[in-house]
C-alpha cells in the first residue's frame, strides 16, 4: 500500500505550526532529553537517549532535529546511520501527537537522507499499538521486515511498563515506487487474529492473504486488565510473528486495524 508521501517537509511542518531544524548545541540535547522524559516518562536508568549520546550522534555526522513553536522545543528525532546506506530512526516523539508534528519530523527526515544519498529509513514500533501501525503503514507507507522478539529486554516506562518489548522493524524507502494502494476488499480476507471483547481468539482459518487483527488500545488496557493485554501479545506473537519468521510478508494495514499478511 502506498503512503502519503508527496507532501513537502516545508508543507507539512508549516501545517503543524512548527519549524524543524538539526540541533547542535548541548542546551538543545538538553531540551530534547526534558521532552523525551515528558513523553514516555522512563526510569532514570532507561532514557531513550542520553544528552552525551546526542553529542556524539551530532558530531559526528548523524541526525538529531528538533521541532519549534516558536522558542518551544516541541518534537525531536535522534537516528544513526547504518549499514546498506540506511539511517535506523532510533527514537521519534512528539508532545502533541494530533498536530502533525510527527509526520513532518519524519518527511524532515526522509530529505535530510536524500540529500546524503542514503536509500532507506529504518525503526521499530509495537505491533500492539494499532495508531502507530497505521501511522507507519498507510500514513508514512513503511513496511515491516522482521518481527523482533522481546528486542529492547524489560522497559521500565510509563508506556511499555509491564510488558515485553516485542518490535516490528519498519523499513522506509527514501524514494519509494510510484505505486497506489491495494483497492482489493482486503477486509473481507479471512481473519486468523481476531478481537472478541477486548480479548483476543485466534481462529483456524488458511488463505493466501490473512488479517492479523490488533488490540483497540493496548496501552489502556495495560492498565485496566494487564491479562488481556499479555493474552493479545502472546496472540500475535505466535500469528504475526510466526508467519513472518515462515517468509510471510506485511503488505498493509486494513481501516479496521489489522495486518495484511501475504502469505505466498
Known amino acids: 500500500m502506498g503512503g502519503m508521501t508527496r507532501q513537502s517537509s516545508e508543507e507539512a511542518a508549516a501545517k503543524a505550526g512548527v519549524v524543524i531544524r538539526e540541533l547542535h548545541e548541548i542546551d538543545e540535547f538538553r531540551a530534547v532529553y526534558r521532552l523525551f522524559d515528558h513523553i514516555w516518562h522512563p526510569d532514570p536508568h532507561n532514557a531513550p537517549v542520553s544528552v552525551e549520546l546526542m553529542i556524539g550522534f551530532a558530531h559526528t555526522g548523524n541526525y538529531v532535529a528538533g521541532a519549534f513553536d516558536g522558542s518551544t522545543l516541541v518534537g525531536a528525532s535522534v537516528g544513526f546511520l547504518a549499514a546498506g546506506r540506511t539511517l535506523h530512526s532510533h527514537v521519534t516523539g512528539a508532545a502533541q501527537t494530533a498536530r502533525g508534528i510527527g509526520y513532518a519530523l519524519k518527511l524532515h527526515q526522509r530529505d535530510w537522507c536524500r540529500e546524503r544519498g542514503?536509500?532507506?529509513?529504518?525503526?521499530?514500533?509495537?505491533?500492539?499499538?494499532?495508531?502507530?501501525?497505521?501511522?507507519?503503514?498507510?500514513?508514512?507507507?513503511?513496511?515491516?521486515?522482521?518481527?523482533?522478539?522481546?528486542?529492547?529486554?524489560?522497559?521500565?516506562?510509563?508506556?511499555?511498563?509491564?510488558?515485553?518489548?516485542?518490535?516490528?522493524?519498519?523499513?522506509?524507502?527514501?524514494?519509494?515506487?510510484?505505486?497506489?494502494?491495494?483497492?482489493?476488499?482486503?477486509?473481507?480476507?479471512?481473519?486468523?487474529?481476531?478481537?472478541?471483547?477486548?480479548?483476543?481468539?485466534?481462529?483456524?482459518?488458511?488463505?493466501?492473504?490473512?488479517?492479523?487483527?490488533?488490540?483497540?488500545?493496548?496501552?489502556?488496557?495495560?492498565?485496566?486488565?494487564?491479562?488481556?493485554?499479555?493474552?493479545?501479545r502472546t496472540a500475535v506473537r505466535t500469528t504475526l510473528g510466526g508467519l513472518m519468521s515462515g517468509g510471510a510478508r506485511v503488505v498493509g494495514f486494513t481501516g479496521r486495524g489489522e495486518y495484511v499478511i501475504a502469505v505466498n
Request: glycine share 6%.
Open 118 to 232: 542514503l536509500k532507506r529509513i529504518t525503526w521499530t514500533f509495537d505491533p500492539l499499538v494499532r495508531r502507530n501501525a497505521r501511522f507507519n503503514l498507510v500514513k508514512l507507507g513503511a513496511m515491516p521486515e522482521a518481527y523482533l522478539e522481546d528486542f529492547y529486554g524489560a522497559m521500565a516506562d510509563a508506556i511499555n511498563e509491564g510488558d515485553v518489548s516485542d518490535r516490528l522493524l519498519a523499513v522506509w524507502q527514501v524514494t519509494p515506487e510510484d505505486h497506489g494502494p491495494d483497492e482489493a476488499p482486503v477486509e473481507a480476507l479471512p481473519v486468523l487474529l481476531a478481537s472478541e471483547g477486548e480479548r483476543p481468539v485466534i481462529r483456524g482459518v488458511h488463505g493466501d492473504r490473512l488479517l492479523v487483527g490488533t488490540p483497540r488500545d493496548i496501552e489502556a488496557l495495560r492498565r485496566t486488565d494487564p491479562a488481556a493485554a499479555k493474552e493479545w
